[in-house]
């Protein structure tokens, strides 16, 4: 069965400082993809990034990067010029190709998530 | 781009009651819908897939009769809360998506189900 872990369940750093995001994940699938999203208090689930795995090149979105890692099963997520408004949960979704594990739907497994902390 | 939207945003009522949230697709055919139900401070657990026209299938530990599904359209899901009881309380959020699409579940902005 397929695993999201995220080690860090909180985080802080000081804004314009940038953070790293932990994701490592568990699959026997070659192709899926990966999504970061983020929950503010609002409690809203946005998506922030995502990757596909059959893409080498690692993802990037104005100031959020991810380091994809095939082999090492790991795909974190970079934070820069850290803002005030960056301040939610963040989770990372693995999503199975569809019609692969389990007759995948395009259902999203998610990590426990990592409360992220902006300070000023 | 797509749209969810979920309603109503807050309910609170007392137990016993039925609790009906609907999930709608505002801009795309949702073939699939998905409930997820978030406890504070946790993640979203997966309580039901739905496809339009079929029944719904339920995770493992999830009380069919006590969560009924209802996806009779391409634009429309329901979640009803059977004789709600305070431990039901909880956030509830849906996700919707198209069948054989790349594209990752769009989202509703979630129910604040409080039970008295």
């Known amino acids: 069965a397929q695993t999201v872990t995220q080690s860090q369940p909180e985080m802080s750093v000081q804004e314009a400082e940038t953070v790293t995001l932990s994701c490592t994940y568990d699959t026997s699938e070659s192709n899926y993809y990966l999504f970061w999203y983020k929950q503010p208090p609002s409690r809203q689930m946005i998506l922030v990034i995502r990757?596909?795995?059959?893409?080498?090149q690692n993802a990037t979105e104005n100031r959020f990067s991810v380091n994809f890692q095939k082999a090492a099963k790991s795909f974190s997520l970079k934070i820069s010029d850290s803002q005030l408004g960056d301040t939610a949960m963040y989770f990372c979704?693995?999503?199975?190709?569809?019609?692969?594990?389990?007759?995948?739907?395009?259902?999203?497994?998610f990590g426990k998530g990592t409360k992220l902390s902006v300070k000023p | 781009g797509a749209v969810v939207s979920q309603h109503p945003s807050w309910v609170i009522c007392k137990s016993g009651t039925s609790v009906k949230i609907e999930c709608r697709s505002l801009?795309?055919?949702?073939?699939?819908m998905f409930w997820y139900r978030q406890f504070p401070k946790q993640s979203l657990m997966l309580m039901a897939t739905s496809n339009e026209g079929s029944k719904a299938t339920y995770e493992q530990g999830v009380e069919k009769d006590k969560f009924l599904i209802n996806h009779a359209s391409l634009t429309l899901s329901t979640l009803t809360v059977t004789s709600a009881h305070p431990e039901d309380s909880s956030f509830y959020i849906c996700g919707a998506r198209t069948l054989g699409s790349n594209q990752p579940q769009h989202f509703g902005d979630g129910t604040r189900l409080s039970i008295l």
């Open positions: 801009d795309f055919q949702a073939t699939t």
């Open positions: 990757q596909e795995a059959y893409k080498q």
């Open positions: 979704a693995f999503m199975p190709p569809f019609g692969g594990y389990g007759g995948s739907q395009g259902n999203l497994i």
